[in-house]
């Protein structure tokens, strides 16, 4: 039995408190109440700056760039579980978390060429990564082009990609909060997230390889 | 014979790279052809900030976000064709790269909300489209998702489907693997032929 859970729950939107966000506090709700010690960051309060394709980590396994990104990498890879949260703007996620994605690349190279960097199929398992979005659109194929980057970083950083919630046709709602189910999804999905790492379970609502 | 405007940006971080090289091969083959005006934009050097998710061009017809999209903006609505040349970064296209897709909200607004022209009625369907793409990595897959955020980018800047054109090359990953690449060249110069070919029918 884990007795300590901790939580990152990286919000990737440009907007305060809009519904991305207010699904990542339910989400962290849900998680707090069943035990878990919960962080929130806000990507757009962040001061970083996008990769810049220099290659210099595949060398060092370090970036150059010395910003706020290494210090949340950090956390991130001392955390049990993780969760993102952003809209779909143009298909895709939103530039912040795209560029925060971006910058995971010296973590690839630790991973992939240096073997520096290696996290346990073991430990695997018990990591639990969560995506959580919205989209205005109504059309079912609008969280395709997220994926394969969520499924790259989670695999970069260790943890299971597990099923978050996706909320589509935010437009026709008018917004999460008339959404009939999203919110009590992402308190549930993040309660249960707690209480699986607690317990050494993994996670059963896997996404795909 | 009329000029044919051609609006070329290199969206990734690093000079002269892959796909820059690729942008370049492309232009060199169309500046060939006296009618062609080119107008390269470096990304990086244009201060291009990402979407801030407000939607006041919803109501604006205007973005309240003041920077070099200002004259890209006005750049894109004046091509006649329209390169967008962006390396692959962990499976879609550099942060950068989507900061300018995602700056085309505006056009979206005016395009299905405000419902008002992007181009001149006179221009629809005249106007060309090219996606240049390169990867590290070796996966047939590798560019599967960044072609919707890129139809979509084109779709609200006015160019349609069947006028958007792809470059794509993998397995390209250190500074200038291109030039070492057996087919890009010729399929850069190609592309480039084939564009202008279809845009002098269509123009004319």
Redesign the interface.
């Known amino acids: 039995m884990k007795e300590t859970v901790t939580v990152i729950g990286l919000s990737g ?3 305060r408190r ?1 519904n991305t966000e207010q699904l990542l506090d339910k989400f962290l709700e849900g998680a707090s109440d069943a035990g878990g010690t919960c962080e929130k960051v806000i990507l757009s309060t962040l001061d970083y700056s ?6 210099a980590c595949h060398k060092t396994g370090i970036c150059i760039m010395d910003d706020a990104v290494r210090g949340l990498y950090d956390k991130i890879l001392a955390a049990d579980c993780i969760v993102i949260s952003s ?1 779909i ?8 978390l ?2 925060f ?2 910058r ?2 010296y973590l ?1 190279v630790r991973h992939f060429i240096l073997g520096t960097h290696v996290i346990t199929p073991e430990e695997k398992k018990i990591r639990r990564g969560y995506f959580l979005s919205t989209a205005g659109m109504d059309r079912d ?1 609008v969280f ?6 969520l ?3 989670f695999n970069i950083l260790g943890f299971t990609h597990c099923m978050g919630v996706l909320a589509r046709n935010m437009d026709g709602y008018g917004g999460i909060t008339n959404h009939p189910t999203a919110l009590r999804d992402a308190y549930r999905i993040g309660n249960l997230a707690v209480k699986g790492i607690m317990a050494g379970m993994p996670c059963v609502e896997r996404i795909k390889q | 014979m009329n000029t044919i405007r051609v609006l070329a940006i290199s969206a ?3 000079r002269h ?1 892959n796909s820059e090289t690729l942008l370049d091969w492309v232009l060199e083959e169309m500046r060939q052809d006296p009618a062609v005006n080119v107008t390269k934009v470096v990304l990086i050097e244009a201060n291009v900030a ?5 939607n006041a061009c919803e109501k604006l017809n205007a973005c309240i976000n003041h920077d070099g999209m200002d004259i890209l903006h006005d750049q894109i609505i004046m091509a006649d064709c329209i390169i967008l040349a962006a ?1 692959i ?4 296209i ?3 790269a ?2 300018l ?2 700056r ?2 505006v056009f ?1 607004s005016r395009k299905y909300v405000l419902k008002l022209p992007v181009v001149p009625q006179e221009r629809i369907g005249k106007r060309f489209g090219i996606f240049l793409s390169t990867a590290g990595q070796d996966w047939e ?1 590798v560019f ?3 072609i ?2 890129i ?3 084109f779709n ?1 800047i006015e160019v349609k489907n069947r006028d958007l054109s792809y470059v794509m090359i993998r397995h390209v ?3 200038g693997a291109i030039k070492r690449h057996p087919t890009a060249h010729k399929e850069a110069a190609s592309i480039a032929r084939s564009v202008l070919t279809a845009m002098k029918e269509r123009l004319s």
């Open positions: 939107s440009p907007r809009g996008s990769c810049k394709g220099c290659n809209p703007y143009t298909m895709g996620i939103t530039t912040e795209k560029s994605i971006d995971a690349h690839w194929d395709d082009t997220a994926f394969p980057m499924k790259a970083l | 990734s971080p690093r790279g990402p979407c801030r998710g407000c390396p970064y962990c499976m879609s550099c942060a950068q989507k900061a897709v995602d085309a909200q979206r897959y599967d998702a960044a919707p955020v139809k979509c980018f609200v990953d250190e500074k």
